[in-house]
């Protein structure tokens, strides 16, 4: 299975080595040109530092960033991002995420990253698909990042700032009109309440979409409807000059179709004995659920951030509350004939605090620690019918809690070369109080780094660390073969990295290279029954690299380029109650759910039209490899490609833009269910959005 990392090495090792020996030639040269790409500064330490000194592998959007490729969810991130693939399905709320080959664990599960909004943590894995506005930068970092960021740190962590209160008056209206019915309204005010002591921001966006994708068998009535409202309330106060406290207030609603998966086999359906089976015969690859599905999340949050300068360091408090209902009532046999029908129902309060100290010197050593709560009480309720016969629900009352310690060191050993050391100590416990079980995961989670600046221009870094994600409870139905719970698992990731500015700084870039020990990486399944439930893979393997540049050739012109792979290989597996497929069929596998390849390319061009005026066009293109689909890699998605268009007229204080998303109307698979794993009739796969032109105008004073 590895064989193809040698040939991967034998190209990207020269690229490594050119890249030093262009920093070596030209990274002290002072060269003068207008066409220079700013260094992004980030906080992902928790201090302000150049994008291009940390020794990680990160992607950085900037509020022009966001404009440009008009981010508005994390799937335009992940289209953007080496190795990140995000993929909505089933319902509102519902996504799949898989950051370098480690991926997402749905029902009551986690994500593999850590995604925060301001500092505070998104508590429940249906936050991630909410809709992002108002946003100042968006950070993608790759590898373990449990030191810092907690909880499911282990892939990686989704950083979001959102834009804060202002000193002068700031007004904001975007107004969007797409196909499908699709219209938008969004908005933001900023000032002064008390001048330099207490500033306020108000943000709010409305979408109501009719949809683009229809049910041919219930009178071509549109699936992927979907109405959100978003509202978000902020107040900074800076009584003292050592003291700012910030809180904020977030409510998100989301209601949409549910459930529009497309049967990739014929429906067979399973009787017991001697009923013989009953065999649908119903067409492949078309939207034919006998009724609409429905589906919601509604969600509100509050929290405060306080911080305290004691001069020799930054104290911070951040204390979060986040309330969310979702329930979903869908055709789960998604074929023409009335067989499985399901009613999902997941409410959950959780409470978060976090304390942490972070020097503010800058001595050659530099350090966070810090001290982490996590409780949420969460229900999960999923009732099916079968032939029209209830079946005693699946139901899960779950109570977890979460203690952590964490700690992270930089120490420059000399004026070239940095150390860094970090660490994280977890102890979790998952109470199931409806089946009467709980369980404690403790884990360790250290990491170790090492930067060496070859010149002003160019960083080199290798990187060892621990990632973990605790184990649980499965929301078993009666009749189900799962285990009732599953184990934590952990992984050892191998990172080394170059990144840094080339010809001036018209050329800037990063290349990374990395392989994982995984194990018992957890893999969600589900079943006729209305089960949900997470397995064990014992052992697997992960080895892959990402390689980002931008580029202005031209004051005019700015090309992007990102490139990633993973080769991956299952190499321990047993056979396993509930799943149906035999271990023999699994061991020596790809790890599923990853495409092989993955190239974004971006193309901007500027064309000044005087008074204050610019003409900028834009293509952006994304190649996506084949991706394998289930644990026996015998349901695959063929590669495919996306391009999207736009072309805006813009001055000062206005933008307006024609966009075409998916240009070409390439229809490709979202994400896929094998009946043979999960018990159902047919196969199942979610279908991809067909083009879509829309219109834009924003205006900000």
Do not use: C
């Not at 597996?573 to 971006?602: C, H, M, Q, R």
């Amino acid at each position: 299975m590895f064989t193809s990392n040698i040939r991967t090495l034998r190209v990207l090792l020269p690229v490594m080595a050119g890249l030093v020996s262009i920093s070596a030639e030209t990274g002290l040269a002072d060269t003068e040109s207008d066409s220079t790409i700013e260094e992004i500064v980030v906080t992902s330490r928790f201090r302000a530092e150049n994008l291009s000194d940390i020794p990680d592998s990160i992607t950085a959007f900037t509020v022009d960033d966001i404009e440009r490729h008009r981010i508005e969810r994390v799937n335009r991130v992940a289209a953007l991002t080496p190795n990140l693939r995000f993929s909505d399905d089933q319902e509102v709320g519902v996504s799949t995420l898989v950051i370098r080959g480690v991926r997402q664990n749905r029902g009551t599960g986690q994500p593999p990253v850590s995604f925060r909004i301001d500092g505070v943590s998104a508590t429940n894995n249906l936050l991630t698909t909410q809709e992002l506005f108002d946003i100042e930068s968006i950070v993608v970092l790759r590898g373990p990042q449990g030191a810092l960021y907690g909880r499911n740190a282990i892939g990686g962590a989704i950083l979001i700032s959102t834009r804060q209160p202002t000193a002068e008056p700031e007004y904001d209206l975007r107004l969007s009109a797409a196909e499908g019915e699709d219209f938008t309204v969004a908005a933001s005010a900023s000032g002064p309440i008390v001048d330099d002591k207490l500033l306020y921001r108000a943000s709010l966006r409305v979408q109501d979409r009719k949809g683009q994708l229809k049910n041919a068998y219930l009178d071509n009535e549109e699936v992927d409807f979907k109405e959100s409202t978003s509202f978000r309330g902020q107040l900074l106060y800076k009584p003292a000059d050592k003291l700012s406290i910030d809180f904020k207030g977030q409510y998100l609603n989301q209601e949409g179709g549910s459930g529009y998966f497309m049967p990739g086999s014929e429906g067979v359906l399973p009787l017991p004995p001697p009923d013989p089976p009953i065999f649908f015969g119903n067409p492949t690859y078309e939207i034919q659920s006998n009724r609409i599905g429905v589906s919601f999340v509604d969600s509100w949050e509050l929290s405060a951030k306080i911080d305290y300068d004691l001069g020799w360091g930054t104290l911070t408090s951040i204390t979060s509350y986040t309330d969310v209902d979702s329930g979903n009532d869908q055709d789960l046999d998604q074929t023409l004939f009335e067989a499985i029908d399901i009613v999902v129902i997941d409410e959950s309060q959780t409470f978060a605090q976090e304390l942490r100290v972070v020097s503010n010197t800058e001595s050659p050593l530099r350090w966070v620690a810090g001290l982490h709560f996590f409780s949420q009480d969460r229900f999960r309720s999923l009732a099916t019918t079968f032939l029209g016969t209830p079946v005693p629900p699946a139901a899960q009352d779950l109570k977890l809690e979460n203690y952590a310690a964490f700690g992270h060191l930089s120490y420059d050993l000399s004026e070239d070369l940095e150390l860094t050391v970090a660490f994280r100590y977890d102890v979790e416990t998952p109470e199931d109080t409806t089946q009467g079980r709980d369980e404690t995961f403790k884990e360790l989670q250290p990491k170790v780094s090492l930067g060496y600046s070859f010149s002003d221009d160019l960083l080199g870094y290798v990187t060892v660390g621990k990632g973990f994600r605790a184990g649980g409870f499965n929301n078993l139905a009666p009749g189900s073969n799962f285990e009732p719970g599953f184990d934590k698992e952990s992984l050892i990731s191998y990172e080394a990295g170059l990144k840094g500015a080339w010809f001036g700084d018209r050329l800037r870039g990063g290349l990374s290279l990395f392989h994982i020990d995984y194990s018992d990486q957890q893999y969600f399944l589900f079943d006729q029954t209305g089960t949900q439930a997470n397995i064990n893979v014992p052992k697997s393997k992960i080895f892959g690299g990402e390689l980002e540049l931008v580029a202005m050739p031209a004051e005019s012109m700015q090309v992007n380029l990102g490139l990633g792979f993973t080769d991956s290989e299952i190499s321990e597996y047993e056979d396993i109650a509930g799943v149906l497929v035999p271990a023999s069929e699994i061991v020596g596998k790809n790890v599923p759910g990853a495409p092989v390849w993955t190239l974004n390319f971006g193309l901007q061009h500027y064309k000044s039209l005087g008074n204050d005026l610019d003409l900028v066009s834009r293509l952006d293109y994304e190649h996506r490899g084949k991706t394998y689909w289930t644990l026996d890699n015998a349901d695959t998605q063929a590669a495919y490609d996306l391009t999207n268009l736009s072309i805006a007229l813009q001055s000062e204080k206005w933008n307006t833009r024609l966009f075409v998303n998916n240009v070409f109307d390439e229809e490709y698979i979202e994400w896929f269910f094998a009946s043979r794993f999960i018990g159902l009739p047919a196969d199942i796969a979610w279908p991809s959005r067909p083009r879509q032109v829309g219109l834009e105008f924003s205006y900000r004073y």
